[in-house]
């Protein structure tokens, strides 16, 4: 399936590749090689070893698949190296953003007061306050556990323990630590 096809496809399961997470659950359910490119054997086997022979299922599916947390770890880690350029070894920060916020949409919209999710994204990084042009794949990766500390916390977190630096500059960032 090229592009056009996933796009319909996409379409008909109601997903919007752009805004939900679906898309990349999806994309890695089905084991995509890049974006937007399914194959038809892998297509095929992974949606039967998911009992999932019609769209409706499908989307049944994916729309359970976002809840299980342990799924989402192995989704993430994946997002990471599927929105990489070719040759790459980081992600544009750009690209990490948007990337974020597509599979933390539902703890960005549904919150009612500042998480360590919205402050890290919002007014950390996409704010360029972090200096980072690039996300590396070990402050991609450790991102989603970090995301898991409740805000308050935050302060507390040991300058020993060991997060990448830019979970630290985030923590100095929002306590003005220097």
Excluded: C
Excluded at 29 to 57: H, I, M, Q
Excluded at 90 to 105: F, Q
Aim: charged content about 25%; overall charge negative.
């Amino acid at each position: 399936m090229d592009i056009d096809g996933t796009i319909a496809y996409f379409t008909d399961l109601g997903i919007d590749p752009e805004n939900d997470v679906e898309a990349i659950i999806a994309a890695y359910t089905l084991e995509s090689p890049s974006t937007g490119v399914f194959t038809r054997d892998a297509f095929v086997k992974n949606w039967a070893k998911v009992n999932a022979t019609n769209v409706k299922d499908m989307s049944i599916y994916l729309h359970q698949a976002k809840h299980n947390s342990k799924l989402i770890d192995l989704v993430n880690n994946f997002a990471f190296k599927y929105a990489l350029e070719e040759g790459k070894r980081k992600l544009a920060v750009e690209d990490a953003v948007a990337l974020w916020r597509v599979i933390y949409n539902d703890d960005l919209t549904k919150l009612q007061k500042p998480s360590t999710v919205s402050k890290f994204i919002n007014d950390f990084v996409a704010s360029g306050k972090s200096g980072k042009e690039s996300i590396s794949m070990d402050e991609w990766n450790m991102s989603r556990p970090f995301f898991n500390i409740p805000l308050p916390e935050l302060e507390h977190l040991s300058e020993d323990a060991a997060w990448p630096v830019l979970m630290d500059d985030f923590v100095d960032f929002l306590y003005q630590k220097e």
